[in-house]
């Protein structure tokens, strides 16, 4: 397993845009698929994306299509998610997490290994 800990949210007016950085611990970073979860109060976890341990394909949610895009640098051991055009609706504590050499993955007890989250609010 790997640990992962998220950064880069905060408050952004809508229209706004903010990018998410997950920072990994360990070697085997670079076989992991990625993913990327948000959770809204009184919501259940929602998939954002995940992107593949090369970094040479992603998957989105058909509704986060054309706003988010996931990238990962591995020498970094890091996952980045670029959120575009903020909506008051994208308002959710954000997640990544991973899972060793599967792709695509977009179920919340797929994943192996959690961040803490790191919470995202739009105003409008």
């Known amino acids: 397993q790997v640990q992962l800990v998220e950064s880069g949210g905060g408050l952004v007016q809508a229209g706004g845009s903010l990018r998410l950085s997950c920072a990994a611990s360990?070697?085997?970073?670079?076989?992991?698929?990625m993913g990327w979860f948000r959770q809204a109060p009184g919501k259940e976890r929602e998939f954002v994306g995940c992107?593949?341990?090369?970094?040479?394909?992603?998957h989105y949610a058909e509704s986060m299509k054309g706003r988010f895009t996931i990238s990962r640098d591995n020498a970094k051991n890091t996952v980045y998610l670029q959120m575009n055009s903020l909506k008051p609706e994208d308002t959710a504590s954000y997640y990544c997490?991973?899972?060793?050499?599967?792709?695509?993955?977009?179920?919340?007890?797929?994943?192996?290994?959690w961040g803490q989250g790191t919470q995202v609010t739009v105003s409008s």
């Open positions: 997490a991973a899972r060793f050499g599967v792709f695509p993955i977009t179920g919340v007890n797929e994943y192996d290994s």
């Open positions: 360990g070697r085997t970073f670079s076989s992991y698929t």
């Open positions: 992107i593949s341990w090369t970094g040479d394909r992603t």
